[in-house]
């Protein structure tokens, strides 16, 4: 079966550089999570989109954006970027048909920032 | 506002014996709540979810979990622990009310299974 898919898995980058990570969601989903992981912590909401449009938002920085397109993949852009960034990124995807439906993850882009 | 409290880091357990990785919860009006599994440097697996119906629910991998209201608890077992096991295993909480559409997350629980 489809997985969402994230990309790249893996990403070095310097100080005050940029960075896009994209996730391409599950056929038919039409509701894109992202989520920070820091060393050793829980995953922690980002944002999320539904159809579109940003439906949530959560403990974004200003310095990243998100959006979703129109074949619903998604992309988050990272600005100024800085060492406490350093971190796995998730994607989830779900159809949010219902509150029932539960989130799938994909395998997570690994951000180091040096 | 939603949360997730589980109270154990880390619980150990031999081999072929029951596990239970425990999780309370604190929401507004009726809980959606789910259990993910982590393997290292990995994303996150669905384990399995409480909507609404019976208290017990099964999931994958021989996983159960049983909803408790009046504690708000929902507790993760398996009645015999296998080493493969052994992960970082998530409880998650939705809600319909104040929460958005949002998952929220517990702090996690490493489950180490010994031979």
């Known amino acids: 079966a489809a997985g969402v898919i994230q990309s790249p898995r893996h990403l070095i980058k310097e100080k005050r550089e940029t960075a896009t990570l994209k996730c391409y969601p599950i056929?038919?989903?039409?509701?894109v999570y992202w989520y920070q992981q820091g060393p050793g912590q829980d995953p922690q909401f980002l944002i999320s989109f539904y159809e579109k449009m940003q439906s949530d938002k959560g403990s974004i920085p200003d310095r990243f954006s998100a959006q979703q397109f129109s074949d619903y993949h998604s992309e988050l852009n990272m600005s100024s970027l800085e060492l406490g960034d350093s971190a796995l990124y998730f994607c989830?995807?779900?159809?949010?048909?219902?509150?029932?439906?539960?989130?799938?993850f994909g395998q997570g882009t690994r951000l180091t920032v040096v | 506002a939603q949360s997730v409290a589980q109270p154990e880091d880390q619980v150990n357990v031999a081999e072929g014996n029951p596990l239970t990785v425990k999780c309370t919860y604190s929401?507004?009006?009726?809980?959606?709540l789910f259990w993910y599994v982590q393997y290292p440097n990995r994303g996150l697996q669905f384990l399995l979810k409480?909507?609404?119906?019976?208290?017990l629910v099964k999931g994958s991998y021989g996983f159960e979990a049983e909803f408790n209201k009046s504690q708000t608890s929902f507790h993760l077992k398996k009645p015999s622990a296998l080493v493969s096991d052994s992960a970082l295993y998530f409880c998650?909480?939705?809600?319909?009310?104040?929460?958005?559409?949002?998952?929220?997350f517990g702090t996690g629980t490493q489950l180490k299974v010994e031979l």
């Open positions: 929401v507004s009006g009726n809980p959606y």
């Open positions: 998650a909480v939705r809600s319909p009310l104040g929460g958005g559409n949002k998952l929220t």
């Open positions: 056929p038919r989903h039409d509701t």
């Open positions: 989830a995807s779900r159809i949010r048909g219902g509150m029932n439906t539960e989130a799938f």
């Open positions: 409480y909507i609404t119906g019976d208290n």
